[in-house]
């Protein structure tokens, strides 16, 4: 079973344990990126579990707050169990501090609007394990939730 798969099947148990859970869609953009890391499967799931509940978050309002929480928290406790599985400190302090650092960068964002923010945020968990290509970071960028403005983030 590929690390698709069995992320989504982890998350399946979680729905049928918890009745107000429901699994959030993968970012297609992030898992394309992931699948080609040259990186163990435990961290890959990490990754995509920690940028879904990173996106996630970003869509808490006060009528959803209850699920929206829940959701995060239980994606939180699958990055780290996903982490403990064959346990590389090294990854592990990689991607709690990008974690540090996308809300840094989120914060920042939402005070300054600074655009040149918004790839650092869209592409946090998989920048530490490649160097994107043009292509790929403007399809994150063009997706993002960030982005009010979708043609001033294109790169070059």
């Known amino acids: 079973m590929d690390f698709i798969a069995q992320y989504k099947h982890d998350n399946q148990l979680l729905e049928q344990r918890y009745s107000s859970y429901t699994c959030p869609e993968?970012?297609?953009?992030?898992?394309?990126?992931?699948?080609r890391l040259e990186i163990s499967s435990n961290v890959k799931k990490?990754?995509?579990?920690?940028?879904?509940?990173?996106?996630?978050?970003?869509?808490?309002?006060?009528?959803?707050?209850?699920?929206?929480?829940l959701t995060?928290?239980?994606l939180s406790a699958l990055f780290y169990r996903y982490m403990a599985e064959q346990f590389n400190p090294e990854q592990f302090k990689r991607l709690t501090q990008t974690v540090k650092d996308q809300n840094v960068w989120k914060?920042?964002?939402?005070?300054?609007?600074?655009?040149?923010?918004?790839?650092?945020?869209?592409?946090?968990?998989?920048?530490?394990?490649?160097?994107?290509?043009?292509?790929e970071i403007n399809s994150l960028l063009n997706e993002s939730t960030y982005n009010k403005n979708k043609s001033r983030c294109n790169i070059e």
């Open 26 to 35: 993968i970012n297609p953009y992030i898992a394309a990126i992931v699948e």
């Open 46 to 69: 990490a990754v995509i579990a920690i940028d879904s509940s990173m996106r996630f978050a970003d869509l808490i309002t006060h009528d959803n707050k209850a699920t929206a929480l």
């Open 72 to 74: 995060t928290d239980l």
């Open 107 to 135: 914060s920042q964002y939402k005070e300054s609007g600074d655009i040149n923010l918004i790839e650092k945020i869209e592409t946090a968990f998989v920048a530490p394990f490649t160097t994107l290509s043009h292509d």
